[in-house]
Structures are given as structure tokens and as C-alpha cells.
């Protein structure tokens, strides 16, 4: 079992903050400070350009990828690590297109993050090529996979409210029907157990912030199954992702394998604090995470139902169908979230009206709920969160 007091010693949390935001950005690990530090200091500062070689920057985006891969069920070498989540997106969904030749439709759902959306829209719109974009709702998702259907578009956690898609059952029904799966991990890579290999799913991608706390700006993922990493085309072909880049050659030629997925110079800094965030990983089991995160969210939906009928749970009840985080309604979420930020209970808004709570086992424990839950029910008691400054809306929510 793992030592969870032990992982939350490795974090940089501040006195009296209660952080429920872990889905959206992580904490910082303490060592990614130092790491950071000698990273500059000692190869940027000392090694300047030889630090590509010397100190393996080259090579970090598929060795972060594997870190990571080991966290998703992924097979060695089929993941890499760059860019953003969007950008990564598009990528992948490109390259789906293209091994789906005849297809005119990619499937999604309206509990998708937007961005993934708009990216696969200005893709469409690119290609110009007759594609429709098909939002559906999410439970009829499992109905809409036909074989006219190019690719099928997922994110496993829905944003908002938890909940999750069933990544094995729609995997297969895709395949079954020649349909390309894109999944879209960012809510969970670090929240719960996935078995990319298991499922046989062909792409997926997500973030390093949110769970798996790499820092504002951390390099997104992709996966590509093996058996179709040496045939597809990596649709944004920058110079890093070329066989040869140093040849400098003016043709083309993808990458082996995984490499191929690679665009540009990679952020070596953001990777340096990736990397230390992952360490903490080599202390844990996904298993473990799972099984406490659900003793975590039950106890805070238990409290919250108890003591704040004004609030509406819009996570599923069932913790084996949500991810990490747990989601309330409540028509004045957004000061009620402004008005417990200021007593310290980070968590966010999204519009409408949900009020979300991430809960992170790796240093998130059972008092640190029980305290969350006594100030959201005496902030619901004292309407606290009725008064001007907590209406005003800021840029991010
Ligand atoms: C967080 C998130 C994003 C954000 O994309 P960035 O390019 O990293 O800003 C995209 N998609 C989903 C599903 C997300 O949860």
C-alpha cells in the first residue's frame, strides 16, 4: 500500500490552502524547484548547445513518454511527450482521418472539452474535403458508432461532471466496425487506472499539468498503438519528427515509430519539472490512487449531502462510473467558489453552474476533506458567498 502521507511531503502546498484544483493544475513537487535550477544552471549554463546531446534533452520527449505510458497501459515506445493537448488533438485526429480513407464523419459528444471540438473543426475546415464534425450526446455515443462513422473522438472524463465513458466497451465497438478511436486522457492520466494496450484503442492524448502536476504549460502526450505507429502519418510534419533531422534533408521522411509524432524543439525547462513531478509516480500504483480517490470523493459527497441541501450532486453517484473529481449544481456556483477561495478551499467554476472538486490522493488526505467540506457547508449556511466582490468575474474560472 502506498505511503500517501510520504507522497504529500513531496509537495510545495501553502499553510491554510485546502487544493481541490489538482485537475486543473497540479501543486508543485518540491524538487522541481532544484530540478529546474541545476537544469539551468548546470546544462543550459555550462553545457549551452551540447546540452541537446550531453545532457539527453534529445531524448527526453520518449523518455518522459514512457514515464507516462506506464501510468495509461501503453506499450514502451508508443508514447512521446510535446506540444499542447490541442495541438495534439489535431494531430491525432489527422492522422486518424487519414487511415480512414472513404469516411466522412467524426463522432464526439457534447461532454467534451470545447477545445478538442474547435481544433477538430479548423481541421475539417482545412481539410475541405466534405468531413462533417457529429456531436452527439453522451449516452447515445454507443448508438452512433456505425460504419459510416471515420473517427470516434472521446474524452474518458468529462470535465465537468466526472463522468465516464466506458473506454473498453466503445473501443471495441469501434473497431469492430472499422472506426479509428482518439482518446482524450487529460482527466485520466494520474486519476485513474487506463488500459490503452487493454483496450486496443489506436490514439490518445492528454496533458502533464493537471494530474500529473509537471507545472503551468507542461508539454501534452499522444500514444499511437504499435501495430499502426510505422504506417501513419503524423499530419503536422515538423523537422524533429523527420528519420533524419540533422541531414536537413528538403523531403519528408517520417520518424520510426513514435518519434514521428514529434514537431519541433522540445520545452526543455518544462520537461526538467515534469520530469521530478513523475518521480513522485514510482511511489504509487494507479490501483492505489483509484482506491483512495474513491474513499476521498464518497466521504466529501457524504458531508457535502448532509449538511448543504442547496447543492446538487452532478457527478454520478456510482464512484466506479466518475473520475477523481465531484461536481456540484448551484445557481450561484461562481461566487460560492469565489467566496471559498478566499477562506481557502480552492476549487473552480464552469459554467454554467457547477462547482467542481478535484481530489488527488498523492496529497490530498481524509482531514484535508473533512475541513474542505465544514467550510463549503458553513459558507452554504451563512450565504458568506452573497456579496459583491465574489460576483465579479475573472478571466479564468
Ligand atoms: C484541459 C483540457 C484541454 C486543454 O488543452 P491545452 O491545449 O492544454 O490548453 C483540452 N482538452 C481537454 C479534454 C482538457 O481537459
Known sequence: MTDFAATKAMFDLPAGVLYLDGNSLGPLPKAAVARVG????????????????????????????????????????????????????????????????????????????????????????????????????????????????????????????????????????????????????????????????????????????KYLNGGPGAPAFIYVAPRLAASVRPALSGWLGHETPFAFDLNYRPG????????????????????????????????????????????????????????????PRDPHKRGSQVSFRFEDGYAAMQALIARGVIGDFRAPDIMRFGFTPLYIDEDDVRQAAAIVSEIMQTRAWDRPEFKIRQKVT
Open 256 to 315: 520510426a515509430g513514435i518519434e514521428r509524432m514529434r514537431v519541433g524543439t522540445p520545452p526543455v525547462i518544462q520537461m526538467a519539472s515534469l520530469a521530478a513531478a513523475l518521480d513522485i509516480w514510482d511511489m504509487t500504483t494507479m490501483s492505489d490512487i483509484r482506491a483512495r480517490s474513491i474513499e476521498l470523493t464518497e466521504m466529501f459527497v457524504a458531508l457535502i449531502e448532509e449538511t448543504c441541501p442547496q447543492l446538487t450532486l452532478a457527478s
Open 38 to 209: 541545476d537544469m539551468m544552471r548546470q546544462e543550459w549554463g555550462e553545457m549551452l548547445i551540447t546540452g541537446w546531446n550531453k545532457a539527453g534533452w534529445m531524448g527526453m520527449p520518449t523518455n518522459l513518454g514512457d514515464r507516462i505510458g506506464g501510468l495509461i497501459g501503453a506499450e514502451p515506445g508508443s508514447v512521446v511527450v510535446g506540444d499542447t493537448l490541442s495541438i495534439k488533438v489535431y494531430q491525432a485526429v489527422a492522422s486518424a482521418l487519414d487511415l480512414s480513407k472513404g469516411r466522412r464523419v467524426v463522432l464526439s459528444d457534447t461532454g467534451n472539452f470545447p477545445s478538442d471540438l474547435y481544433m477538430v473543426e479548423g481541421l475539417l475546415r482545412s481539410l475541405n474535403a466534405g468531413y462533417e464534425l457529429r456531436v452527439v450526446e453522451p449516452a447515445a455515443v454507443a448508438d452512433s458508432i456505425t460504419d459510416e462513422i471515420a473517427v470516434l473522438m472521446l474524452t474518458e472524463v468529462d470535465y465537468r461532471t466526472g463522468r465516464m465513458h466506458d473506454m473498453k466497451k466503445l473501443s471495441q465497438q469501434a473497431r469492430a466496425q472499422g472506426v479509428i478511436t482518439v482518446w482524450d486522457l487529460a482527466h485520466s492520466a494520474g486519476a485513474i487506472p487506463v488500459d490503452l494496450a487493454g483496450c486496443n484503442a489506436d490514439f490518445a492524448v492528454g496533458c502533464t499539468y
